[in-house]
């Protein structure tokens, strides 16, 4: 047989669910400030209300010792239980409701009391400091048990004392009066604790709802996997505020916008400038996948509102995604280049095979030697003109792709450019993608031209690139630095808009500039300015070949 399984233990502790946690609290608190209140109400009461009786026969007591006939009568009469002092001072007891009104001669003889056998005798208590004549009240014991007391000097018409009057509340009158006061006070202290947990419910109904009814666990769970989560993605994030204020960003986020943790409470603009990129984490540019340009770096950001009026952005870096698209478009330049060029290498073999056959053999080393040398100087010009080897493999690249496309692409002749650069590759991307969009917008017009002018001004670099396209118009001219702004259908494989301002950013951060304007004749020109782009003049290597034309820079 199976052992029986142990019975489950009751647990008791607080409720998991913070709606719960948080009423059970609140009714705690009221409850505890309810019985608290009570308790500091009723503390004072019974000292007040004890005060109170002592004042009322303390007034009863003067108002007693003001009659001059009681002390006419005190000095006149003998102390009787049916002598005018008692009938008189039964009167005021039974009028005010006094537990006895004592009148006492100088010696402390009574001379009315409530118990008429006891008129004659002496009083239970010090009647010293009423006969020295001043008044007294307190809270004591005498014959007729624990009273309220109130004791004034008698004076005859010369002003003379002549006895005290003891006036006496019955101190359960002032008990019953505090335990009548009990009820209505407990009324007072339910209805403020049923107000209270009335709110205390809707505080946690509001409570449960904007916590979605999780327990504190759960929550504490959530924050541990967020942090974890923010943390190990690889895609930034950055959370905004109903102000438009920072207040989150991630490691990626931190890595992709170049910002540390001060910018948290900040506005984009404070924290990343002015720029795109500001304006999409501001949402004053809307859509989806949004290119924006920080730094170097290529970036697709989303942004997305939250319920209480922030939002939240996403940003992914497409960077290297976008360089290895611009590689694919060359190399696919390349290929339709080289397919073009097999075709027309094959035209020529049947060309020459045709003129060996036809025995035309100086024909033949004629064709050749042209085929050959148009080739040939085609690279000696671009080489002539541009001595650093990367630049003149990419212009002579370009020119092959070019007439594929129907293009001619020709290097000006002011173009001097020595082999003295410090960054051939931001040259070789700034100079690869104009040529790019350059023979983009000339593809397909009559007499397409594409002109390429590199030169050296001391340390300076100037590229200018014309073409015989349309143009830009005046009002564009600005708008195609904007990421992601492209008057072009995108490939499937990458977006448009990003090649001229990586443009811009490169020649900015150079402290130099990427304009556009009117070309001579008609179409675009798209100027380049790169200080400090060069070494010294006298670092640079001697440029061998009697045929190659020095400019008036180089030879300074």
């Known amino acids: 047989m199976s052992p029986t399984p142990p019975a489950r233990r009751l647990r008791l502790g607080l409720p998991r669910r913070v709606f719960s946690q948080v009423l059970l609290m609140q009714l705690a608190i009221a409850a505890g400030v309810a019985v608290l209140a009570t308790g500091l109400f009723l503390a004072p009461l019974g000292d007040q209300l004890d005060d109170q009786a002592m004042r009322r026969a303390l007034a009863i007591a003067q108002t007693t010792a003001q009659q001059p006939q009681i002390a006419h009568d005190l000095r006149s009469t003998a102390p009787s239980p049916d002598g005018p002092v008692q009938q008189e001072a039964e009167r005021i007891r ?13 010696r402390g003889v009574r001379w009315s009391h409530t118990d008429p056998r006891r008129i004659g005798g002496l009083v239970s208590t010090d009647p010293g400091e009423a006969l020295a004549g001043r008044e007294v009240m307190e809270i004591d014991d005498g014959t007729l048990g ?22 006496g509340i019955s101190y359960d009158s002032v008990r019953a009066r505090l ?16 107000v209270g947990a009335l709110a205390a419910w809707l505080i946690s109904r509001r409570v449960q709802r904007q916590t979605r009814d999780l327990a504190f666990s759960d929550i504490s769970a959530l924050l541990a996997e967020r942090e974890a989560m923010l943390h190990g993605i690889r895609e930034g994030v950055v959370a905004l505020d109903r102000d438009g204020r920072i207040r989150l960003l991630n490691d990626e986020a931190q890595r992709l916008l170049g ?6 409470g900040r506005s984009p603009d404070q924290a990343l400038g002015e720029g795109r990129t500001a304006d999409v984490l501001a949402g004053r540019v809307t859509g989806t996948d949004l290119l924006t340009v920080r730094g170097q770096r290529v970036l697709v950001a989303n ?23 611009r590689e694919l478009d060359s190399t696919r330049g390349l290929i339709d280049a080289l397919r073009a060029q097999d075709h027309e290498h094959a035209n020529r073999m049947h060309t020459l095979l045709g003129l060996l056959e036809l025995e035309m053999y100086d024909d033949a080393v004629e064709f050749v030697g042209e085929v050959v040398g148009e080739h040939r100087a085609t690279a000696e010009q671009v080489t002539e003109k541009v001595r650093d080897p990367l630049l003149a493999a990419l212009l002579v690249g370009k020119a092959t792709v070019a007439a594929e496309r129907s293009v001619a692409l020709r290097v000006s002749d002011r173009t001097r450019l020595p082999d003295r650069l410090i960054d051939p590759r931001g040259l070789v991307t700034v100079v690869g993608n104009l040529v790019d969009n350059a023979l983009d917008a000339v593809a397909g017009t009559p007499h397409a031209r594409v002109e390429v002018e590199l030169r050296a001004e001391g340390r300076t670099a100037v590229l200018v690139v014309r073409d015989t396209g349309p143009g830009i118009p005046r009002e564009h001219r ?15 494989h990458r977006e448009r808009g990003i090649g001229l301002p990586l443009v811009r950013r490169l020649a900015e951060r150079q402290g130099g500039s990427a304009t556009v304007g009117e070309a001579r004749g008609g179409g675009a020109e798209f100027t380049v300015v790169l200080p400090e782009a060069l070494t010294e003049p006298d670092a640079e290597p001697a440029l061998t070949g009697a045929s190659a034309p020095r400019t008036a820079t180089e030879e300074a």
């Not at 039974?94 to 100088?106: C, I, M, P």
């Not at 997305?304 to 290895?324: F, Q």
């Open 94 to 106: 039974k009028a005010t409701g006094a537990e006895y009104v004592v009148v006492l001669d100088r």
């Open 146 to 167: 624990r009273s309220a007391r109130g004791k004034v000097p008698l004076r005859d018409d010369d002003g003379e004392i002549v006895g005290a009057v003891s006036v």
């Open 179 to 194: 335990i009548h006061a009990i009820p209505g006070l407990f009324a007072y202290a339910g209805g403020a604790l049923a």
């Open 259 to 264: 910002i540390g943790e001060k910018a948290v």
């Open 303 to 325: 942004r997305m509102p939250t319920d209480d009026g922030g939002a939240v952005a996403t940003l992914r870096d497409r960077t290297e995604l976008d360089r290895l698209g």
């Open 478 to 492: 600005e708008l195609i630095f904007t990421e992601g702004w492209s008057t072009k259908e995108p490939p499937a």
